[in-house]
Antibody, heavy 122, light 108 residues
Framework: EVQLVESGGGLVQPGGSLRLSCAVS????????MTWVREAPGKGLEWVAS????????YYVDSVKGRFIISRDTAKNSLYLEMNTLRGEDTAVYYC???????????????WGQGTLVTVSS | EIVLTQSPATLSLSPGERATLSCRAS??????LAWFQQKPGQAPRLLIY???NRATGIPARFSGSGSGTDFTLTISSLEPEDFAVYYC??????????FGGGTKVEIK
């Protein structure tokens, strides 16, 4: 059974940092692109970042470029999102998701975690 | 950036009725459009990919159509568990990947 479990969310002050983790199981992690998507309170879904199966390519939405870093550790079957210089507008539930097809950048997200809440507030 | 506009924002229907949701792209996305369902407190669930392909385990009452800039998600006969928010997402031109603003299907 494919499972994705996020952790690391919490309350952080503006300008602070946080590192989210996504532990995966039930599939060969090293074969799939992965992504982070967020949902701000009362808002819709926003794509944040994606990473290639081997970690060699990464892509970000403009609003987080230079502040967030997506990475992965195959040995730990884990995806990460390091978030720096956090702002109020980064407050959201953050979801990790899997790209459906192995070795493909097709960005069809077939499995999602349950999300972790990040609150940026003083 | 490709902007996706969903309409209506809210759809009030009764169980058993047909739901028709629209997603319009600011430029052609070919058929590279997906639909998701999201219920309160839950993760999004992939329903349709590449405009008309049902994802694994999705009931046949969900269907997608369209190409280019205009797309439709149809729920042929609403079940109680179908009342939720629905999002479209394009993967034709990225980054950035973009989602529509959502359509809430509520019980009338």
């Amino acid at each position: 059974e494919v499972q994705l479990v996020e952790s690391g969310g919490g309350l952080v002050q503006p300008g602070g940092s946080l590192r989210l983790s996504c532990a995966v199981s039930g599939f060969t992690f090293s074969n799939h692109w992965m992504t982070w998507v967020r949902e701000a309170p009362g808002k819709g879904l926003e794509w944040v970042a994606s990473i290639k199966e081997d970690g060699s390519d990464t892509y970000y939405v403009d609003s987080v470029k230079g502040r967030f870093i997506i990475s992965r550790d195959t040995a730990k079957n884990s995806l990460y999102l390091e978030m720096n210089t956090l702002r109020g507008e980064d407050t959201a539930v953050y979801y990790c998701a899997r790209v459906a097809e192995p070795y493909s950048s097709n960005q069809i997200f077939d499995y999602w975690g349950q999300g972790t809440l990040v609150t940026v507030s003083s | 950036e490709i902007v996706l506009t969903q309409s209506p924002a809210t759809l009030s229907l009764s169980p058993g009725e047909r739901a028709t949701l629209s997603c319009r792209a600011s430029q052609s996305v070919s058929r590279y459009l997906a639909w998701f369902q999201q219920k309160p407190g839950q993760a999004p669930r992939l329903l349709i990919y590449d405009a008309s392909n049902r994802a694994t385990g999705i009931p046949a009452r969900f269907s997608g159509s369209g190409s280019g800039t205009d797309f439709t998600l149809t729920i042929s006969s609403l079940e109680p568990e179908d009342f939720a928010v629905y999002y479209c997402q394009q993967r034709s031109s990225w980054p950035p990947l973009t989602f529509g603003g959502g359509t809430k299907v509520e019980i009338k």
